[in-house]
C-alpha cells in the first residue's frame, strides 16, 4: 500500500473506530460485535505499524498505556475547583434555597444531577485533543494524571466536533468512579492475587488513577462522567448560555453525561427530584450520596459569584447515612499510625447500599462502654457519609444470653509493647518500630509539611515495612538503591529518585522534623511554635512541662502528651539512631521572651468563622499572628474574638452564647488599622 492511500484508511478507520467507541462507552448503544471491533482496531495499529509517521497522539491506539511514570507532575487549573456547600439536613437546603429566591426575585431554575461519590477530576482539551488531566488536589492545584485517563475508554482524546465545533481550549470538570460491579470484580480479582481489597468504590477509583503504572490504571474498570465546563478560550462559547446547554455540549463532544439530570424550579423540584434519586440509588449500579443542585443560568451564577470555598449559586443535598442490622462475631484492637489501638466489630457481612461490610470502629475503650456492646451482640450500623462504617446501637435481645463486656489488651497486638492510657484512647508507645504504626509514619514523615521526600508515599511506605528494608525510623535513611529494586514500581531510575530524595531531606529544618516526628498533638503551627520558642530539636526534647507551657497556646494536657513522647525509651532510642549522623536538625535563634509581649495583639486569641471579602483566611491569619495574636480552632470562653465574615458557621452562634466580642470584616479592619498605629 503506497503512503497516500494508508494515510486515507488510517483516517478512515480512526474515524470509524471513535464513532463506535463514543456508541459503546457513552451511549451504552454498541452497533458491531466484539469481533468486528476488535477486527478494525487491528486493521488501524497494522497500518501504524508499517507507517509509524503517520501515528497521531489522538490515534485510538495511543490510548494503550506506555511506560511506569517516576511521580505525578503539579499542575494549576485553569480555574478553581471549589467544593460545594453541602448538608443533609434539609433546613440547610431550604436557606440556600431562600438566598437564591431572594437574591433572583422569584424561583429560581435549576439543574439538578446526582453527586456521584467519585474522584473530582479536570480534563483540558487544545485544539479538541485531549493535553492534560489533574485532580482537584487542593482546588488551585491537582496531581498531573494524564498517561492514566488517557486509558479510561469514555474519555475522548479527540472531541466529536461534527455538531458543534470545540474551542480552541477547553476545560471540563468531571468525575471518575467504578461500577458496584467492577469494584466487586476488582476486589475478587486483588484478593486472588493475595493483595488487600479495596474498602469502598471510590477508594478503588483514587487509588487507580494514582497508579504510577498507566498499565495498571489500564487495567481498573475506570469510567468518568463530565458535568461541568470550567473555563474555555474564547470565554464564550455561542448557544451555551445555561448549564442544561452545558451538558449538551458536552454530550455532544463526545463525554459522557448523566441520564438523570434535570431541569426544575423551586423548592418543589428540589425535593421531589431528592426523593426519586435516593429511591434509585441502589438500582443505579454506582454510588451516589446526595443530589448537586445548580442554578442554571449562567450569567446570574457569574453576578452571584463565589466564597473562598464554594460557588454561592450550588449546593449539595446529601443522603442521610445508609443503616442496616447485623450481628458482631468478634472484637479485636487494631493499632493505627499514631499508636491509638481502636476497637474493631468484625460483623456478619451485611450490604449496605451496594457494598459489603463486615467491620466498624468501635473508636475507643469509653465508646464500647457507652454502647455496651459486645461479641454476639445485634447491632444497628451505617454508613457515615456512605463510607465509613459505624455501629450506631445495640439491639437489645431479652431472651438471648450476652458475652462477656469487652477489654482492651494490655500489650500492643502489633509489637507486644505495654499499652498506655490516654484520654478515652489506648496507645501503643513504641511510636518507631511497631510494624502496625511503621508504614504510615514513614508516609507523615515524608508528607508536604514534614520533611517532604518526593517518592514516600502510602504504597511504597508500605511496601519499605513489608519488604523489612525499614524496621524503624533511622533505616530510612540507610536505604541504597540497590535494596529498591527488586520491589514492584522501581526502576534505576526511581530507586535513585528516592534515594536522593531521602538524602536531600537529611538536612531537616526545625518545624519541619518536630511535625514529620507524629508527636501527640503537634501539628504544623504548634511545630512552628515549638521551634521559635526554643531554637534547637535538644532544648525542645530536654523541656520540661512548665517550660512547654511557657510556650503560646501549649497548655498542661498538650505540654504533658508532648513530653511522655520524648520520655518513652522507645521513642529516645530511635531518635539518638535518626541523630548519630543519619538527618542533621537545623538549629535557629529562640525567640526571646520579650519580644511577644512587645506586640499589640500579644496574648490575644483569635477564631475566624465565615468569609472575608478583603481577606483569604491565610492572609487574615498571618496579620493577626504578626501583631502577637494566636488563631484557634474553636470558640471557648478564654477567646478574645471572632471575626465573622459571610455565611459564618457556628462558632459565631458560640461566640453569642459565650459573650465573646464579635467583629464584622469592618470591625476587623478597624482592629488591623489601630493595632498597626500602635505597633
Known amino acids: 500500500m503506497q503512503r497516500a492511500d494508508a494515510e486515507q484508511r488510517i483516517e478512515e478507520l480512526r474515524e470509524t473506530i471513535r464513532r463506535h467507541d463514543f456508541l459503546y462507552y457513552v451511549r451504552d448503544q454498541p452497533e458491531i460485535s466484539d469481533a468486528e471491533y476488535d477486527r478494525l482496531f487491528h486493521e488501524l495499529e497494522d497500518l501504524e505499524g508499517r507507517f509509524p509517521e503517520l501515528v497521531s497522539e489522538d ?16 499542575i494549576e487549573h485553569t480555574a478553581p475547583m471549589l467544593s460545594l456547600e453541602s448538608s443533609q439536613d434539609e433546613a440547610v437546603m431550604r436557606r440556600f434555597h431562600e438566598r437564591l429566591k431572594k437574591a433572583l426575585g422569584g424561583e429560581p431554575d435549576f439543574v439538578i ?6 474522584l473530582s477530576v479536570e480534563l483540558v482539551y487544545e485544539n479538541g485533543v485531549l493535553a492534560r488531566a489533574s485532580t482537584r488536589g487542593d482546588g488551585r492545584k491537582g496531581e498531573g494524571i494524564t498517561a492514566n485517563v488517557r486509558t479510561i475508554p469514555s474519555v475522548p482524546l479527540r472531541l466529536r466536533t461534527g455538531e458543534r465545533p470545540a474551542p480552541a481550549m477547553l476545560a471540563i470538570r468531571g468525575e471518575i468512579l467504578i461500577t458496584v460491579d467492577g469494584f466487586e470484580k476488582l476486589n475478587e480479582s486483588l484478593l486472588a492475587q493475595g493483595r488487600e481489597p479495596f474498602a469502598n468504590p471510590r477508594n478503588a477509583a483514587a487509588g487507580s488513577v494514582r497508579q504510577l503504572d498507566p498499565q495498571l490504571a489500564a487495567s481498573r474498570p475506570l469510567e468518568l462522567f463530565a458535568y461541568d465546563i470550567l473555563a474555555s478560550e474564547p470565554a464564550e462559547l455561542p448557544g451555551v448560555e445555561s448549564q442544561w446547554q452545558v451538558l449538551e455540549a458536552l454530550r455532544e463532544w463526545g463525554l459522557r453525561v448523566s441520564d438523570l439530570s434535570r431541569r426544575v424550579t423551586g423548592l418543589d423540584g428540589i425535593l421531589g427530584y431528592h426523593a426519586d434519586i435516593e429511591a434509585k440509588r441502589d438500582d443505579l449500579g454506582y454510588e451516589i450520596d446526595g443530589v448537586v443542585i445548580k442554578l442554571s443560568d ?3 451564577r457569574s453576578d452571584l459569584g463565589t466564597t473562598a470555598r464554594h460557588p454561592r449559586w450550588a449546593f449539595a443535598f446529601k443522603f442521610p447515612p445508609r443503616k442496616e442490622t447485623t450481628r458482631i462475631l468478634k472484637i479485636i484492637a487494631s493499632v493505627g499510625r499514631t499508636g491509638v489501638v481502636t476497637p474493631v466489630a468484625m460483623m456478619r457481612p451485611v450490604e449496605i447500599g451496594g457494598v459489603t461490610v463486615s467491620r466498624a470502629s468501635l473508636h475507643n475503650r469509653e465508646e464500647v462502654a457507652r454502647k455496651d456492646v459486645r461479641e454476639g451482640d445485634r447491632v444497628r450500623i451505617q454508613r457515615a457519609g456512605d463510607v465509613i462504617p459505624q455501629v450506631v446501637e445495640r439491639i437489645d435481645e431479652p431472651d ?16 507486644d509493647t505495654e499499652l498506655i492510657e490516654r484520654g478515652p484512647f489506648t496507645v501503643c508507645p513504641n511510636s518507631f518500630e511497631c510494624p502496625a504504626q511503621l508504614a504510615g509514619r514513614l508516609t507523615h514523615f515524608g508528607s508536604r509539611h514534614a520533611l517532604d521526600i518526593e517518592g514516600l508515599g502510602d504504597e511504597t511506605a508500605k511496601l519499605l515495612v ?22 514492584e514500581g522501581f526502576a534505576d531510575k526511581s530507586a535513585n529518585a528516592l534515594v536522593a530524595a531521602i538524602a536531600k531531606a537529611s538536612h531537616a529544618e526545625l518545624p519541619r522534623f518536630l511535625y514529620g ?4 498533638e503537634v501539628g504544623v503551627a504548634v511545630a512552628a511554635d515549638l521551634a521559635r520558642h526554643f531554637g534547637s530539636f535538644a532544648a525542645v526534647q530536654g523541656a520540661s512541662e512548665e517550660e512547654l507551657q511557657a510556650v503560646p497556646g501549649i497548655g498542661p494536657r498538650m505540654a504533658e502528651q508532648i513530653r511522655a513522647f ?9 531518635l539518638a539512631r535518626l541523630l548519630d549522623g543519619r538527618v542533621v536538625v537545623e538549629s535557629r535563634e529562640p525567640a526571646t521572651r520579650s519580644e511577644p509581649a512587645d506586640l499589640p495583639l500579644a496574648g490575644k486569641k483569635m477564631v475566624f468563622t465565615g468569609t472575608l471579602e478583603g481577606y483569604s483566611r491565610p492572609e ?3 496579620l493577626v499572628e504578626a501583631l502577637g495574636a494566636r488563631v484557634t480552632g474553636s470558640v471557648s470562653t478564654a477567646t478574645d474574638y471572632v471575626v465573622v465574615g459571610a455565611d459564618p458557621g457556628s462558632k459565631a452562634d458560640k461566640a453569642r452564647e459565650l459573650g465573646v466580642e464579635t467583629l464584622d470584616e469592618a470591625g476587623f479592619r478597624r482592629l488591623l488599622e489601630a493595632t498597626t498605629r500602635a505597633s
Open 59 to 74: 490515534s485510538p491506539t495511543q490510548r494503550v498505556a506506555g511506560q511506569p511514570l517516576e511521580g505525578f507532575p503539579t
Open 113 to 118: 444531577d446526582p453527586k456521584f461519590d467519585g
Open 298 to 300: 449562567l450569567a446570574t
Open 400 to 415: 438471648r444470653e450476652r458475652g462477656p463486656a469487652f477489654r482492651m489488651p494490655e500489650r500492643c497486638p502489633s509489637c
Open 466 to 487: 513489608e519488604h523489612g528494608l525499614v524496621r524503624d525510623l533511622s533505616q530510612l535513611f540507610d536505604l541504597e538503591a540497590a535494596e529498591l529494586l527488586p520491589l
Open 517 to 520: 516526628l507524629g508527636i501527640p
Open 566 to 574: 520524648f520520655d518513652q525509651e522507645h521513642n529516645q532510642k530511635i
Open 620 to 622: 487574615a491569619k498571618k
